[in-house]
């Protein structure tokens, strides 16, 4: 906890380095915050490990940055993405309760990291719009969230553009009694698609050895969004969102052995299998005349994960903190997109596309931190992984309306066989030249291969291509008064072109060209500027920022002024460039240990400087969340209430969507309660009850409105927990 008291003297900047080198990532789970959450209002007294990669409070982290610990995501019953709708500066992309994805001032895709336990999900064989998908996490074992706003590319590579989302896993418990056994089973329901979840969860620890276990079941159905109006849509009465629903199962199982003091032997094993996933879509025929079908489907998917490592504290001279680990991970999934287009009176375009992809990753990363006097920390190291692809694809693809129909076949790849390698070295130091002043340095150097393999019926020549970079960054925290920070910011941060960005060839997934290849395609880069201010006292908490993300060479399709097969011809290039602004603004109170209050606000400005006509509106325009929560005093029952209104967006490209000109504002409501029912013995019993939107309004979230996807109409989640 020394690195939230106040820097003052050599004694107090001793102990500060002294925490700032903990054992790991997962003596960082436990409990670390617990004496100065009594004193400090939590939001900004949580411990983050992820924006430094060492444990500080969120008050002292020289970035703009959120923890969701494990309360919040049990209160709310949703999954960790679910929760970003509630806080400044996110978002969150997909329906259902498969296919959420995180999105971070206005980015989304393949420029937001995804992390588990500080080591990629991100894979290289993802279209940019699509990230990785947090469910694959195991969303039973996680402890809590920690999410960078901004790039971190110099701790963690490619993609770190926008942000970063580090899942953070519980670890198997220290201090458990010999042989003792710990654990909950939980059940969840949710009436949108009528939703169950069975969890269980199991912790001990043996002399030296350490476990901890997961399961978990889930099945829904596709759920049902309200009748009701928004924009130029207009539904009559409820209707189905077909392919929201899922059935899926996670497993996870973590050994911790102490091998000496201060060093430990870790391994994770999760293993998530998923049927039924969809992007959903509401049938053509509800929404107006001509508008077009777009079906998006995983019909399976199955994912493991493997991570085995080393970390501990050591007097060697390099290093006083190190952690070696490694990981590999396999991903099968098929890709079924469905696409019919009207193109006139009685004449549509209709394409079907089977995709498979066969994905293996082996990564690593060696970090290692040396303390040097009283004033400084150097973090430094080395990560890598490689990606390999391997894909099948077959497409059909029918004209009508034009005389008799027309059908083209084609069982080609669209993305070859290829592999993705990426090595990088980074290195950052933290000093603090005078007492209240802390500031970070960093800086890394990357190298990227993409490269085709063999691949049936393709037989053009492999194709290898080489990226290099470099970025850097520098933060800085003073502190002005005891209770009040100021945080400045500046960093590049960059993304390489993953394999469907440079191989892809093919009739586009949408139906409207053909996608050429382009392995020349470089990385994009951005600098990202924030400034903003924190305070705390006992019981109140606040914090500000404004920043600025320029995003240079942004992939985009462009026309290349030809045709293929009557088709006109488009590839990837580095022709953007983007830019966000935004203003972020939450506070929040705590009085008597019994009520906690917050009210946010964010406003987001995007815009398409290379081509203005075309807007990247992808997200809300302005977002406001207010949020009350009352505590009994006896820990008997809790009270919670949410309004989130979200301002209309007007950078819409207009006739790209059914709901016209501008994607209209909309204000939704939920309201939480718990209750702690009788113990037995050691065993708790805990039962929570969600309502979400309470008004049983017809609304869509901004990324997934011009592909019109609601979301679920008037619906209850439920909870029964019992802890041993």
Known sequence: MSSIVGLAGATTAALVLSAALPLGASAQSRDTTKADSSRRAAPLAAVTITATRT?????DTPQ???????????????????????????????????????????????????????????????????????????????????????????????DAIGGVVNLISIAPPASLTSSDVHGSLSYRYISAGSGNTPDLTLSGRTGRLGFHANAAYREADPYSAPSGTFGNITLNNDVRVRDSGIRDRSYDFALNYDAARDHELFFR???????????????????????????????????????????????????????????????????????DVPIGPGANVRSLSLNFTDLNTFGGRAELAKIIGSRSVVTYGVDWFRD??????????????FGPPSTRTSNVATVPNATFRNIGAFAQVELRPVDRLTTTFGARLQDIVAETRPTPRITTATIKSTDRSGVWSANALYRVFDDLNVVAAVGRGFRAANLVERFFEGAAAEGGGFQRANPDLGPE????????????????????FVFRNDIDDAIRSVATGDSVNGQPAFQNRNAGRLRIDGIEITTGARAYDRVDASISFTRLDGRNISQPENPIGDSYSNKAVADLTYRQP?????????????????????????????????TVHSARGSLHLADVGRVRNDLSLVVDNIGDRLYAEFPNASFFRPEPRRHVRLAFVTTF
């Open 55 to 59: 444990a500080r409070s969120t008050f």
């Open 388 to 401: 390999r692809s391997q894909n099948t694809d077959s497409s059909t693809s029918t004209v009508t309306g």
């Open 64 to 158: 703009p940055i959120v923890v969701l610990d494990s309360v919040q995501l049990r209160s709310k019953l949703s999954s960790p993405a679910d929760l970003f709708r509630d806080i400044a500066g996110l978002d969150v992309t997909g329906v259902g309760s498969n296919q959420r994805r995180p999105e971070i001032r206005g980015l989304r895709g393949q420029r937001i990291l995804l992390l588990q336990d500080g080591l990629r999900l991100n894979n290289a064989r993802r279209q940019q719009d699509f990230g990785e998908i947090p469910a694959i996490a195991g969303e039973g074992s996680l402890a809590r969230v920690e999410v960078v706003r901004g790039p971190s590319s110099v701790l963690y590579g490619s």
């Open 634 to 666: 006896g820990g008997r029952f809790t009270l919670g209430y949410t309004l989130r209104r979200q301002g209309k967006q007007k950078d819409v490209i207009i006739g790209s969507n059914p709901i016209g000109a501008e994607i209209p504002a909309f």
């Open 525 to 544: 880069t951005s600098i990202n500027v924030d400034m903003g201010l924190r305070y705390r006292n006992r019981w109140w908490y606040g914090e500000a």
């Open 269 to 339: 094993g999760a293993w998530y299998s998923a049927e039924r996933a969809g992007f959903g879509y509401v049938d053509p025929n509800e929404l107006g005349p001509d508008q077009p079908l777009i079906q998006i489907r995983y019909p399976d998917q199955d994912f493991n994960r493997f991570t085995l490592g080393y970390r501990g504290r050591s007097s060697i001279g390099v290093a006083d903190r190190f952690e070696l680990s490694t990981y590999t991970q396999h991903n099968e999934r098929h890709l079924n997109t469905l696409v």
